[in-house]
C-alpha cells in the first residue's frame, strides 16, 4: 500500500502562486509516475500534470502549460506542483497519485490518491 498526503493549498489572488507537496509513504519503491489531479465542484476529475520516477519526463494539460510546474524528490518521496499566475478557473481540490507504470497520464493507471488539498483563487 501506499499513502500520499497533500498539503500546500489555500486561498490565493488570482494571479498569485502556491506550491503543493504530495508525501508518499509505505510500499514507495512501487512507485514510478506520479501525478496531480484535480477536481473544481459540478466537474468532473480533470488531469493536470505527471511527472516519471527519474523527473526527466513530464506533461502537463494545456490549460496549465506555462504556469505549473511539476517536480519530484525521490529521497524524500515527495512530488510538488508548483502553481504561478493563477487564475479563478483553477479554484479546484488538487489531488495527487501515484502509479507502477513507468509513464502514463490515465487517471485509471494510477493506483494510490490522496484526499486533496483545496485551492481557491479569487478574482
Known amino acids: 500500500q501506499v499513502q500520499l498526503v497533500e498539503s500546500g493549498g489555500g486561498l490565493v489572488q488570482a494571479g498569485g502562486s502556491l506550491r503543493l507537496s504530495c508525501a508518499a509513504s509505505?510500499?514507495?519503491?512501487?512507485?514510478?509516475?506520479m501525478g496531480w489531479f484535480r477536481q473544481a465542484p459540478g466537474k468532473e476529475r480533470e488531469f493536470v500534470a505527471t511527472i516519471n520516477r527519474s523527473g526527466e519526463m513530464t506533461y502537463y494539460a494545456d490549460s496549465v502549460k506555462g504556469r505549473f510546474t511539476i517536480s519530484r524528490d525521490n529521497a524524500k518521496n515527495t512530488v510538488y506542483l508548483q502553481m504561478a499566475n493563477l487564475e479563478p478557473e483553477d479554484t479546484a481540490v488538487y489531488r495527487c497519485?501515484?502509479?507502477?507504470?513507468?509513464?502514463?497520464?490515465?487517471?485509471?493507471?494510477?493506483?494510490?490518491w490522496g484526499q486533496g488539498t483545496q485551492v481557491t483563487v479569487s478574482s
Open positions: 497519485a501515484a502509479s507502477a507504470v513507468p509513464w502514463t497520464v490515465a487517471a485509471h493507471e494510477f493506483h494510490s
Open positions: 509505505g510500499r514507495t519503491f512501487s512507485i514510478s509516475t
